[in-house]
């Protein structure tokens, strides 16, 4: 059964000086939500008018306990450039059967199950016919109480070959 966080990490992973920077820009503006500088934000610390450029590449799942499920909630207008299709409201493992079986999954069951933040660059492991060759992606656990993560606040840049951002 998945178990909450007592002590969420402050720590950001993986070289954060090597970010983009908008990936950046919304891990400071989510550290900077912190409650009292340890507990976990939840989504109603959040104001979208606050990061407006990062709008278009920002998105948001519900995470669903026993069993443990996430929905889409929100998706920024370029992940239907990627997704050509859209599946808010839906369960990630309805609109992605093969979601448990990716190598991704962990991350997010390391954010929602340990309230830890995720960060990857490399190929994308769903959108593989949008012409997307790299992604850049930033996972952070949102949490109504500080302490529980509901929520799953990310960020994926998509970029193509020639390493332009969609």
Do not use: N
Request: proline content about 11%; charged content about 25%.
């Amino acid at each position: 059964m998945p178990k909450t966080t007592d002590f969420p990490p402050l720590a950001a992973p993986e070289a954060p000086d090597r970010w983009h920077p908008r990936i950046r820009a919304l891990y400071d503006y989510w550290a900077g939500l912190r409650p009292g500088g340890t507990l976990l934000p939840g989504r109603q610390h959040l104001d979208p008018i606050d990061i407006p450029a990062l709008l278009p590449w920002v998105w948001l799942f519900d995470v669903q306990r026993q069993p443990l499920r996430f929905r889409v909630r929100l998706l920024g207008t370029k992940h239907y450039e990627q997704m050509l299709r859209d599946p808010t409201g839906r369960w990630v493992d309805e609109a992605y059967p093969s979601f448990a079986s990716q190598t991704t999954y962990p991350d997010y069951l390391k954010v929602a199950v340990e309230g830890r933040i995720s960060y990857r660059k490399g190929p994308p492991a769903y959108h593989v016919d949008s012409g997307c060759s790299l992604l850049e992606r930033i996972m952070l656990p949102l949490a109504r109480d500080g302490r529980s993560v509901d929520m799953i606040l990310g960020l994926t840049l998509y970029f193509r070959a020639d390493g332009e951002i969609y």
